[in-house]
Nanobody
Framework: QVQLVESGGGLVLAGGSLRLSCVAS????????MGWYRQAPGKQRELVAT???????LYADSVKGRFTISRDNAKNSVNLQMNSLSPEDTAVYYC?????????WGQGTQVTVSS
């Protein structure tokens, strides 16, 4: 089992920035990926960004150049710096942990961008 604790999120004006953080604990494999998905009302959950323990990143096209993912392998943590936010980024953001088994999800944190 893996537990994920998220922090950050909140309400911000369009053009502003937010930072999300997530810490994993439990049965952590040395090779894994951590990252973020999001789900807006009435839409499916979608990839935002992920990063492997080896440093390989994957970003959704919609966030490239605006969001930056980083992680601290020693602390089993991952961060998402979100800049130039727009109302279209409004969603519940979920931290995800991925290894060879099923994914683990955090409880979600709300990000609301007002125009």
């Amino acid at each position: 089992q893996v537990q994920l604790v998220e922090s950050g999120g909140g309400l911000v004006l369009a053009g502003g920035s937010l930072r999300l953080s997530c810490v994993a604990s439990g049965s952590i494999f040395s090779i894994n990926a951590m990252g973020w998905y999001r789900q807006a009302p009435g839409k499916q959950r979608e990839l935002v960004a992920t990063m492997t323990t080896g440093g390989r990143t994957l970003y959704a096209d919609s966030v490239k150049g605006r969001f930056t993912i980083s992680r601290d392998n020693a602390k089993n943590s991952v961060n998402l710096q979100m800049n130039s936010l727009s109302p279209e980024d409004t969603a519940v953001y979920y931290c995800v942990y991925l290894d060879s088994g099923d994914p683990y999800w955090g409880q979600g944190t709300q990000v609301t961008v007002s125009s």
